[in-house]
C-alpha cells in the first residue's frame, strides 16, 4: 500500500516484557516521528528522525524506550521491561519533507500499534 | 507549558449548527498550521492547512492570527459525520510537529 504501516497493530505484554513495535512510512518520506497516543488525550512526541539521523529524541519518557531507522526508512520503536503506565497507542507518522523551510507539507499517519501492559 | 493549548470540549452540537475551534500555540517562530481530525480509534488525517490570509473548503473555514498565536477552525452547517476529535497541529523550524491535545465534537441529531 502507499500509505504509513505499522505492526503490529495489536499487543499485549506482561509487565517486564521487552516490546518492538515497527514503522514503515511512505516510500521517499524523509522525516519519521514517533507519538504516544494515551486514551482521550492528544498524540505526544516520543522521536523525531530525519533519514537515518535521530534529530530529537526528547520525547521519550524513559531510557526503557529507543528508536533506531538505520536504514533511513523503516523504523523500530523499543521498549524494554514494559510497565502499566506504557499502555497506550504508538503512532508512526511520515513527512516528505524535512527542516528549516520545510513549509506546508503534512504529515501521514499509520493505524498506530495498540500496546496493553497487563 | 505545552506548546499548543486546545479546549478540549466536548462540544455538543445538534445538526445544523456553527461550531468553532480554537488553539494557541506558544512558540512564535512557528512554521505550519494544521487542523487533524481524528476518529475513534483511528489515526489522525488531515482536514486543512491554515493559511495567514485565513482558507476556506466547503463548510470548513480555518484563521490564523500570527501576533495573537491563535488558530481557529469553523464548520457550518453541522454534520452527523462532523463527530470526531480535531486536532490543531503546529510545526516548528525543524519540521517537529506538535499537537493540541484535541476537542471532542459531537453532532447530535
Known amino acids: 500500500g502507499a500509505g504509513v504501516s505499522q505492526s503490529p497493530r495489536y499487543k499485549v505484554a506482561k509487565r517486564g516484557q521487552d516490546v518492538a513495535l515497527r514503522c514503515d512510512p511512505i516510500s521517499g518520506h524523509v522525516s519519521l516521528f514517533w507519538y504516544q497516543q494515551a486514551l482521550g488525550q492528544g498524540p505526544e512526541f516520543l522521536t523525531y528522525f530525519q533519514n537515518e539521523a535521530q534529530l530529537d529524541k526528547s520525547g521519550l519518557p524513559s531510557d526503557r524506550f529507543f528508536a533506531e531507522r538505520p536504514e533511513g526508512s523503516v523504523s523500530t520503536l523499543k521498549i524494554q521491561r514494559t510497565q502499566q503506565e506504557d499502555s497506550a497507542v504508538y503512532l508512526c507518522a511520515s513527512s516528505f519533507r524535512a527542516g528549516q523551510g520545510a513549509g506546508d507539507t503534512e504529515a501521514f499517519f499509520g493505524q498506530g500499534t495498540r500496546l496493553t501492559v497487563v | 507549558r505545552k506548546e499548543v493549548e486546545q479546549d478540549p470540549g466536548p462540544f455538543n452540537v445538534p445538526e445544523g449548527a456553527t461550531v468553532a475551534f480554537n488553539c494557541t500555540y506558544s512558540?512564535?517562530?512557528?512554521?505550519?498550521f494544521f487542523w487533524y481530525r481524528q476518529d475513534c480509534r483511528k489515526e489522525p488525517k488531515l482536514l486543512m492547512s491554515?493559511?495567514?490570509s485565513g482558507n476556506e473548503d466547503g463548510r470548513f473555514t480555518a484563521q490564523l492570527n500570527r501576533a495573537s498565536q491563535y488558530i481557529s477552525l469553523l464548520i457550518r452547517d453541522s454534520k452527523l459525520s462532523d463527530s470526531a476529535t480535531y486536532l490543531c497541529?503546529?510545526?516548528?523550524?525543524?519540521?517537529?510537529?506538535?499537537f493540541g491535545t484535541g476537542t471532542s465534537l459531537t453532532v447530535i441529531p
Open positions: 512558540n512564535s517562530a512557528s512554521q505550519s
Open positions: 491554515v493559511y495567514s
Open positions: 497541529v503546529v510545526t516548528d523550524t525543524g519540521n517537529q510537529f506538535y
